[in-house]
C-alpha cells in the first residue's frame, strides 16, 4: 500500500519558456527516499523549486498531498549562503524554527536544547557560538543538517547534500538522512555520486532535462540509462522550435 | 574651564547648537544600524544612489510650496520609493540585475531633480537640498527627524530576524516563507526614510556619509552583527558631537565636519581595528594549537 507525497502530471517546469525539466510524470511516494540523477543543467535543481512551489510550472501540475509549506524542508546548496554575513551557527540552525516560533518570538530555553540535540546529532556539539564564516565546508554542511533536523518536516529536499564533502562526514550525514527514511519521512536529495546511491537511495530518478529512467536504483542506473544521462545535450537553444507534445 | 569652555559651553550657550547636536544624535541613531545592514548585503553603494533619487520628490516639494518641510519630506520619500520599487521590480522581470536598474533609475531621477529646481531656485537652493543646513533645523525638522529615528528603530526591531535570515540564506527563507521580498523592501524603505530625514541636517549626498562610514568602521571592529550596530551607533553619535565642536571652534561647515570626523573614525579603524589594514595585514608571531 503506497500513498503518493507528490503526483507530476506531464510535468514542465523552466525559465523564460526554455523547459529545464520536460513532460515528467510520476509520483514520490510518501516515505520514499529518491536519489535524482544527472548531467550539470539537467534539472536537478529546478524539479525541487517545483516541488517547494517556488517556480511554477509552464505546464502541466505538481499534485501535493497533504502539505503546507512547512511540512516541506529545504537544503539548499552551500553557496547559496553568504558566509561572510556576521552569524553565529546558533543563528542559523535556529532558522529552522522560524516556522515554530513565528519571526517575532525569543527563543526559548526548551528550543535552546533542541538546537544543542540538534547539532550534537551531526557532530557539533557546542558549536553554537562559532561564526558561520569560521566553519569549514563539511562542518557548515553539518550545521545546514541541524537545521533540517529542527524543521522537523514530513519532506526534506536535499540539493547536493555531499558536494566537495569529506567522506567521514558524509557516511555520518548519510545515517541522518538513514534515520529521516526510517522516521517515515520523504525524502528527495539530489546526488551525482552514482555508487552512493545506489548502495543507499533505494529510488532513483534520472533527469536529462526529459525524463530517462524513474524507479528502483538498480535498474534506473543500468549502463544505458547513465550514457543517454551524460548525453544530454545542454546547449541552450535560443531559437527551438515550441513543443507540441501534449499540446494537442 | 578650558575643558568646559571647549567641549560644553557651545551647546549650552547657542540654541542652535543645541538642536544641530540633538539632530544629528537622532539620525546616528536609526541611520547607523541601517547602514550596517546596507553594508552586510553589499548595497553600500544604494545609499548613495537612493540619496540621489530622492531629489525630484524634494524639488517637486520644493516648486510647490518653497523649502518648507513637509512637502519636501513626502515629496522625497515618495520619489526614493518609486524609484526603489521600479527598479526592484525591472531587476526581478528581466535579466538586469538590481545595482544596473538602480543606477538607470536614480540618474533619471536626480537630473530630474536638478531640472525641477533649475526652473524657480538658484543654486543656493540647490546647495542646500544637496548639502543640508544643521544648524538651522527648526522644532517641525527636530520633530520629524526623531519621529522618524523611533519608527526605524521600532520597525527593525521587527522585521530584525526574517531580515537576518534574508541576508544569510535567502534561498531558505524563500522555502519556508513569501515573507523575503516584503522584508527587502520594507528595508529600503527604512534607507529612504531615514536618507529624507537626514537630508534636513546634512543633505541628500552627506546624509549617506553617516549612514555608511561608522557601519563601515563598526565592521572592521566588530564579529558579531548586534555589537556591530551598537558600535556603529556609539561612532555615529560620537562623530556627530565632535564634528559639531570643531566645525564650531574652527568656524567650518558643521555637515562636512561631522562626515568627516565619521571619516577620521573609519581611517583610526582601518589602521588600529582587528580586522583592519594593518593588523590583517601581519602575519602573527605565535599561532595556536589548534
Known amino acids: 500500500m503506497t500513498v503518493p507525497q507528490f503526483n507530476l502530471r506531464d510535468l514542465t517546469l523552466g525559465y523564460e519558456a526554455h523547459p529545464a525539466v520536460h513532460h515528467l510524470n510520476g509520483a514520490f511516494e510518501a516515505g520514499s527516499m529518491t536519489a535524482v540523477y544527472g548531467a550539470n543543467g539537467s534539472g536537478k535543481s529546478t524539479l525541487l523549486k517545483g516541488l517547494m512551489g517556488e517556480l511554477k510550472p509552464l505546464s502541466g501540475s505538481i499534485e501535493r498531498f497533504d502539505l503546507d509549506t512547512r511540512d516541506i524542508a529545504y537544503l539548499p546548496q552551500v553557496r547559496e549562503i553568504d558566509r561572510s554575513f556576521p552569524a553565529s551557527v546558533h543563528d542559523l540552525v535556529s532558522l529552522g524554527l522560524l516556522r515554530k516560533t513565528g519571526f517575532f518570538a525569543a527563543v526559548s530555553k526548551q528550543q535552546r536544547e533542541e538546537i544543542a540535540t540538534a547539532l550534537a546529532a551531526v557532530g557539533l556539539a557546542g558549536f553554537e557560538r562559532r561564526p558561520v564564516g569560521s566553519l569549514s565546508g563539511g562542518q557548515l554542511q553539518r550545521s545546514l543538517f541541524a537545521r533540517v533536523l529542527l524543521q522537523n518536516a514530513k519532506v526534506i529536499l536535499l540539493d547536493e547534500p555531499f558536494s566537495a564533502i569529506d567522506s567521514k562526514t558524509v557516511s555520518d550525514l548519510l545515517s541522518v538522512i538513514n534515520r529521516w527514511h526510517f522516521e517515515q519521512r520523504t525524502i528527495i536529495a539530489v546526488l551525482h555520486d552514482a555508487d552512493l546511491i545506489r548502495s543507499h537511495f533505494p529510488d532513483t530518478l534520472i533527469l536529462a532535462r526529459e525524463p530517462v529512467a524513474w524507479g528502483r536504483s538498480k535498474d534506473a542506473l543500468k549502463p544505458e540509462n547513465m550514457l543517454k544521462a551524460r548525453r544530454m545535450n545542454e546547449a541552450w537553444d535560443e531559437n527551438a522550435s515550441w513543443c507540441n507534445e501534449g499540446a494537442a | ?290
Open chain 2, 1 to 290: 574651564m578650558i575643558l568646559y569652555e571647549i567641549l560644553f559651553s557651545p551647546f549650552i550657550d547657542f540654541t542652535f547648537m543645541r538642536r544641530a547636536l540633538v539632530g544629528a544624535m537622532a539620525l546616528s541613531l536609526s541611520a547607523c544600524p541601517i547602514g550596517v545592514f546596507l553594508m552586510l548585503r553589499r548595497m553600500s553603494l544604494t545609499g548613495d544612489a537612493m540619496a540621489h533619487a530622492i531629489l525630484p520628490g524634494a524639488a517637486i516639494g520644493f516648486l510647490v510650496s518653497g523649502l518648507s518641510l513637509l512637502p519636501m519630506t513626502a515629496g522625497g520619500v515618495i520619489a526614493g520609493l518609486c524609484v526603489a520599487l521600479l527598479s526592484g521590480t525591472v531587476s526581478r522581470l528581466t535579466i538586469q540585475r538590481e545595482d544596473a536598474s538602480l543606477a538607470g533609475f536614480y540618474l533619471v531621477s536626480l537630473a530630474l531633480g536638478v531640472l525641477l529646481i533649475s526652473l524657480k531656485g538658484t543654486n543656493i537652493d540647490l546647495m542646500h537640498i544637496l548639502f543640508g543646513t544643521v544648524l538651522a533645523l527648526n522644532d517641525n525638522a527636530l520633530k520629524m527627524i526623531t519621529s522618524i529615528s523611533t519608527i526605524t528603530i521600532l520597525t527593525l526591531a521587527v522585521i530584525w530576524r526574517p531580515l537576518v535570515a534574508e541576508c544569510l540564506d535567502p534561498v531558505f527563507l524563500g522555502s519556508i516563507s513569501r515573507i523575503g521580498s516584503t522584508v527587502h523592501f520594507l528595508f529600503l524603505t527604512l534607507v529612504v526614510v531615514n536618507l529624507v530625514g537626514g537630508f534636513q541636517a546634512l543633505g541628500t549626498l552627506l546624509a549617506v556619509g553617516l549612514m555608511m562610514l561608522p557601519a563601515l568602521s563598526a565592521r572592521l571592529w566588530c564579529v558579531k552583527l548586534e555589537s556591530m550596530c551598537i558600535l556603529a551607533v556609539v561612532i555615529g553619535l560620537i562623530s556627530s558631537y565632535i564634528g559639531l565642536l570643531v566645525s564650531y571652534h574652527i568656524g567650518v561647515a558643521s555637515g562636512p565636519a561631522i562626515i568627516l570626523t565619521a571619516g577620521a573614525a573609519y581611517t583610526v579603524a582601518l589602521v588600529t581595528a582587528p580586522q583592519g589594514v594593518v593588523r590583517s595585514g601581519f602575519t602573527p608571531k605565535r599561532h595556536r594549537i589548534a
